[in-house]
């Protein structure tokens, strides 16, 4: 089944850590608050962003996704694993949901 473009939405995520400090800290994906997205929402997304070694806890990230859910349950943010990855720096971040807020008025 081909993948639906007009179902995927830019969403600004960050990294937060869960559990343990340091080396043994693990990261989860949440959407920034400010969107139409709870920060509780769950993210499934690649690996590649909750990868400690690679991006520290606060990291934020511009992702292409769609709001989904797996036979009826929880909704959740899924974001296709090949899609490229942005960084976002604070003052992108800043922009994009000050845009984001814009366009909902």
Not at 33 to 38: F, H, K, L, V
């Amino acid at each position: 089944m081909a993948r639906d473009p007009w179902a995927y939405r830019e969403v600004a995520v960050e990294s937060v850590a869960i559990g343990g400090e340091g080396a043994g800290a693990r990261l989860r994906i949440r959407p920034v608050a400010g969107q139409a997205y709870a920060t509780s929402m769950r993210v499934q997304c690649s690996r590649a962003l909750a990868d400690p070694a690679r991006y520290p806890a606060g990291t934020r990230f511009l992702i292409r996704a769609k709001l989904t859910d797996r036979n009826g349950g929880a909704p959740f943010l899924y974001a296709w694993h090949g899609d490229p990855i942005k960084v976002l720096s604070p003052r992108e971040a800043r922009s994009f949901l000050d845009e984001y807020r814009r366009r909902r008025i």
